[in-house]
């Protein structure tokens, strides 16, 4: 069965420094998304793409995140000066049908110290 | 209002019983809704999608009301594997093009020998 890959596994950063979350969505997926839970918490949406661009984010999504998918094959989500409130699971989704035939990665846990 | 409502549990039942989970949406726009299961420290999987008409896999049953923007998830003699977070999910507000989910916080079930 087809698998979306995310690595590392866990990534433990110091506060200010910059992390990068890799992925790797399913390889025929036109629909790429980041999604991030905090301990304890729900899961919350971050941004979608499509087409090579974003296409929704939410308000935590702001100047300090950013998303790319540098060669048709990963999707990474950058955090540009990391927060000590950005410790979470970061799980990474695809599919090709918008909200019908999702995968979820099996996350990358982000603990900023 | 929530976006996406759950009772957190935890539900505790022994092993045959039969356990009814709930949840309401309030965006009235959204058109696809899902229940998710996560394990703990897991990524979500998707358990089953909800139609108008009430749909049944096995020995899950998942209904949706429209007018009452309320789904429900039956789940019929349980096993100790059931055990998990049940997520209810709905599409986003107006992004049905985007795939944006919302998550409910879920419900805990704990099932007992």
């Known amino acids: 069965e087809p698998e979306v890959t995310q690595t590392p596994s866990h990534q433990v950063t110091q506060m200010g420094q910059e992390v990068i979350l890799r992925c790797v969505p399913i390889?025929?997926?036109?629909?790429f998304y980041w999604y991030r839970q905090i301990l304890g918490q729900k899961v919350e949406f971050l941004v979608s793409?499509?087409?090579?661009?974003?296409?929704?984010k939410s308000e935590i999504f702001d100047d300090q995140f950013s998303v790319e998918r540098p060669d048709g094959s990963n999707f990474t989500l950058k955090i540009r000066s990391t927060k000590l409130e950005d410790s979470a699971m970061y799980f990474c989704?695809?599919?090709?049908?918008?909200?019908?035939?999702?995968?979820f990665g099996s996350g990358t846990r982000l603990t900023v110290v | 209002r929530k976006e996406v409502e759950q009772d957190p549990g935890p539900f505790n039942v022994p092993e045959g019983a039969t356990v009814a989970f709930n949840c309401t949406y309030s965006?009235?726009?959204?058109?696809?809704f899902f229940w998710y299961r996560q394990d703990c420290r897991k990524e979500p999987k998707l358990l089953m999608s909800?139609?108008?008409s009430g749909n049944e896999d096995g020995r899950f049953t998942a209904q949706l009301n429209r007018a009452s923007q309320y789904i429900s998830l039956l789940i019929r003699d349980s096993k100790l594997s059931d055990s998990a977070t049940y997520l209810c999910?709905?599409?986003?507000?107006?992004?049905?093009?985007?795939?944006?989910?919302?998550f409910g916080q879920g419900t805990t079930l704990q099932v007992k020998p």
């Open positions: 989704a695809s599919s090709d049908q918008g909200t019908a035939g999702y995968t």
């Open positions: 390889s025929n997926h036109l629909y």
């Open positions: 793409f499509y087409n090579n661009e974003i296409s929704e």
């Open positions: 965006n009235s726009a959204s058109q696809s």
């Open positions: 909800v139609y108008s």
């Open positions: 999910v709905v599409n986003g507000r107006g992004s049905s093009n985007t795939g944006k989910l919302i």
